[in-house]
């Protein structure tokens, strides 16, 4: 297996963990442990972690899902419906702003 700046690298006489990115654990042990093709023991000896951190990988994942499908659609609207209103308040502003200008000009009595 190939080492990288995620593994577990010799320290003197101990060891220090450095951390993997947030996007490795879905991308790779995720998927492994869903599928349920090999054990938590087997992914965890290939990707060179400990079994329990695949098993709570595997929480976390299943625990993300009812988000990535569920509420798509309604967080989708949300940001919309707020950049609405944030573009709203911007056109009323700059109404404002034009109408003060026409005023100080003398172009509206």
């Keep these: 297996m190939r080492r990288d700046e995620n593994d577990v690298v010799p320290d003197g006489n101990s060891f ?14 995720g998927r492994g442990t869903i599928k349920a093709h090999k054990t938590a023991a087997q ?4 990707f060179g972690v400990h079994p329990t951190q695949v098993g709570g ?5 299943l625990a993300g899902l009812p988000d990535i499908f569920g509420n ?15 573009l709203y308040k911007q056109i009323g502003q ?10 100080r000009s003398g172009l509206i009595d």
């Design 94 to 103: 700059l109404k404002v702003e034009l109408d003060f200008l026409k005023k």
């Design 16 to 29: 220090t963990r450095v951390g993997y990115p947030r996007a490795y654990p879905s991308r790779n042990v």
């Design 72 to 86: 798509g659609r309604e967080q989708m609207r949300q940001q919309a419906d707020t950049e609405k209103d944030e």
């Design 43 to 46: 992914i965890a000896q290939m």
């Design 57 to 61: 990988w595997k929480k976390q994942a």
